[in-house]
């Protein structure tokens, strides 16, 4: 069946602009996360949802970032004003649920601010 | 604070020896732990956990790795290596879920011929 899919995969912008980075999560999952992976970096968490709510928004770096969810599928996360240290690659995973699950990932967004 | 560290940042392995990965955590109580991979292009896989009970966990892909608590430790071990598996290695803990996890920077695992 179809895994996580991000689009897009490839994102270069310039530096001031927004950016809106989109996941499709495996049907049925009710978990989804967000994660940002910068050079030579592991994965920093940056937030998660259960169905369209974030209990946990702890990892977002600054009020530029924001996220939504709707219909308990799709979620989006939105960075605005990027700067150049929001270059990064950002993955999306989903799970069937939030403790008993194994987290399925996306292939990810590139996103270049220049 | 928890953390996650990963001593080796780059491994160069021939085929067919063995390989161990190495994971160090400073955690308030025993977490659940992750070792996940991640080969070009594709996204994270997840290679084992563990969460309690026998400290030697079995993954996929002929991995196994060995919680020690006294040393907070969780390496990861592969008896022969593969060119497959060429690749970035993530060691991960969580609080109390699957999903919420704090990453190591990773190790870069290259085989060679």
């Known amino acids: 069946g179809a895994g996580v899919s991000q689009s897009p995969s490839n994102k270069v912008t310039e530096k001031g602009k927004d950016v809106e980075l989109r996941c499709d999560p495996i049907?049925?999952?009710?978990?989804l996360y967000w994660y940002r992976q910068s050079l030579g970096q592991g994965l920093e968490f940056l937030i998660y949802?259960?169905?369209?709510?974030?209990?946990?928004k702890s990892g977002l770096p600054s009020d530029r970032f924001s996220a939504e969810r709707t219909g308990g599928s799709v979620s989006t996360l939105t960075i605005q004003r990027t700067q150049q240290e929001d270059s990064a690659v950002y993955l999306c995973?989903?799970?069937?649920?939030?403790?008993?699950?194994?987290?399925?990932f996306g292939n990810g967004t590139r996103l270049t601010v220049t | 604070a928890q953390s996650v560290t990963q001593p080796d940042i780059h491994i160069t392995v021939s085929e067919g020896a063995s390989l161990e990965l190495r994971c160090n955590y400073s955690?308030?109580?025993?977490?659940?732990l992750f070792w996940y991979v991640q080969s070009p292009g594709q996204g994270l896989q997840l290679l084992l956990k563990?969460?309690?009970?026998?400290?030697l966990v079995q993954g996929i892909k002929g991995f196994e790795a060995e919680f020690k608590r006294s040393q907070s430790s969780f390496n990861l071990r592969k008896p022969s290596v593969h060119w497959s598996d060429a690749a970035e290695y993530f060691c991960?803990?969580?609080?109390?879920?699957?999903?919420?996890?704090?990453f190591g920077a990773g190790t870069q695992v290259v085989v060679t011929p």
């Open positions: 949802f259960q169905g369209n709510s974030a209990p946990d």
């Open positions: 955690y308030g109580a025993t977490p659940y």
């Open positions: 563990y969460f309690s009970g026998d400290t």
């Open positions: 995973a989903s799970s069937q649920d939030l403790y008993n699950s194994p987290l399925h």
């Open positions: 991960a803990v969580g609080a109390n879920s699957w999903g919420k996890l704090q």
């Open positions: 049907s049925g999952h009710t978990a």
